[in-house]
């Protein structure tokens, strides 16, 4: 029944280690997001695909590459893990009305 | 660029003690303006959304109302159970316009 999911809730990695956040909504949307919550509790957008097709790319480093093998899918890798990578992770997906349907989030802590 | 401040930053009530949380933004043509409840260690959950001035919305004991320059977040006879960070966004006309977030307001209902 779950709508937007995201996996691992958790992951913990040493600096420098490459890992991925998967994605994945039920909900029939076209659109899909990943945003980044730091620790002030601050959401702020990092991508967003419409269909498979990267349509916004905010100044995030290039470390960050999103993936998106269809349109319920949108996976995000990250090379190079840095401290200030630690984060929660979110991925969103949108409706026509513009409203936005978020996953519970990826704690991502960098030791 | 778009803008959104809420206040306060925080607000203590106590049971059955009604107020009401700020949202007031900037944007370049609103395509819509939306409030999320976010629960610790959960993702934000969508509310409501508003489109043009004079619009509200109502939902429980919730009720959004929206002007030219803010919205509100009227909560009449808070639980407990509202207790919850409030997040506001607003969308600027375009397709592939971002949200963009408040800081959010810190919510603490006491029984």
């Known amino acids: 029944d779950t709508a937007v999911s995201q996996t691992p809730k958790y992951l913990v990695t040493q600096m420098g280690n490459d890992k991925s956040i998967k994605c994945e909504q039920n909900?029939?949307?076209?659109?899909m997001y990943w945003y980044k919550q730091d620790s002030k509790k601050f959401l702020k957008i990092m991508f967003s695909y419409n269909n498979k097709e990267l349509i916004i790319n905010e100044t995030v480093p290039n470390r960050f590459s999103p993936k998106s093998p269809d349109k319920a899918h949108l996976n995000l890798h990250i090379n190079s893990l840095e401290l200030g990578d630690s984060a929660v992770y979110f991925c969103?997906?949108?409706?026509?009305?513009?409203?936005?349907?978020f996953g519970p989030g990826t704690r991502l802590t960098v030791l | 660029e778009d803008q959104v401040t809420q206040s306060p930053e925080a607000l203590r009530l106590q049971e059955g003690e009604s107020s009401s949380l700020n949202c007031s933004y900037t944007?370049?043509?609103?395509?819509?303006l939306f409030w999320y409840r976010q629960d610790p260690g959960k993702g934000p959950e969508f509310l409501f959304t508003?489109?043009?001035a004079g619009e509200e919305k109502e939902k429980e004991r919730l009720k959004a109302t929206l002007t030219k320059k803010e919205s509100f977040l009227h909560i009449t006879a808070p639980k407990p159970e509202d207790s919850a960070t409030y997040l506001c966004?607003?969308?600027?006309?375009?397709?592939?316009?971002?949200?963009?977030f408040g800081k959010g307001i810190t919510l603490s209902v006491r029984p």
């Open positions: 909900l029939g949307h076209d659109t």
């Open positions: 969103a997906s949108r409706n026509g009305g513009g409203s936005q349907y």
């Open positions: 508003l489109y043009s």
């Open positions: 966004a607003v969308q600027a006309s375009g397709a592939n316009s971002k949200l963009t």
């Open positions: 944007v370049s043509g609103l395509r819509g």
